[in-house]
Nanobody, 127 residues
């Protein structure tokens, strides 16, 4: 069974960049992966997703053009490059994957599609 661990969060100023990593252990990491985020007092929301081979990526409108999701399957790691950060990007960021074996034609955006989650990494953006 795969375990996910996020890293790379921190405290930055508006306009700065961060790169988050989601490292998998325990099983080959060749499944769909999404990044979600949860701001204080708000529901967890989907931010970006990537398919098994990294050739298909999708983004929420709120991060499109600023965030880039990518993966290195040889390193069992998925990344989220976040540029031009805004205070509204402040949240705990989670990576998630689906280990059920389902064959997704498109990377799902709903939380219920994912059965394996990391513990999250905090991102704080000050103005």
């Amino acid at each position: 069974q795969v375990q996910l661990e996020e890293s790379g969060g921190g405290l930055v100023q508006a306009g700065d960049s961060l790169r988050l990593s989601c490292a998998a252990s325990g099983a080959p990491f060749t499944t769909i992966v999404s990044w979600f985020r949860q701001a204080p007092g708000k529901e967890r929301e989907w931010a970006a997703g990537i398919n098994e081979n990294g050739r298909s990526v999708i983004y929420a409108d709120s991060v499109k053009g600023r965030f880039t999701i990518s993966r290195d399957n040889a390193k069992n790691t998925v990344y989220l490059q976040m540029n031009s950060l805004k205070p509204e990007d402040t949240a705990v960021y989670y990576c998630a994957t689906d280990m059920s074996g389902r064959d997704w034609s498109n990377v799902p955006r709903r939380r219920e599609a994912y059965d394996t989650w990391g513990q999250g990494t905090q991102v704080i953006v000050t103005s």
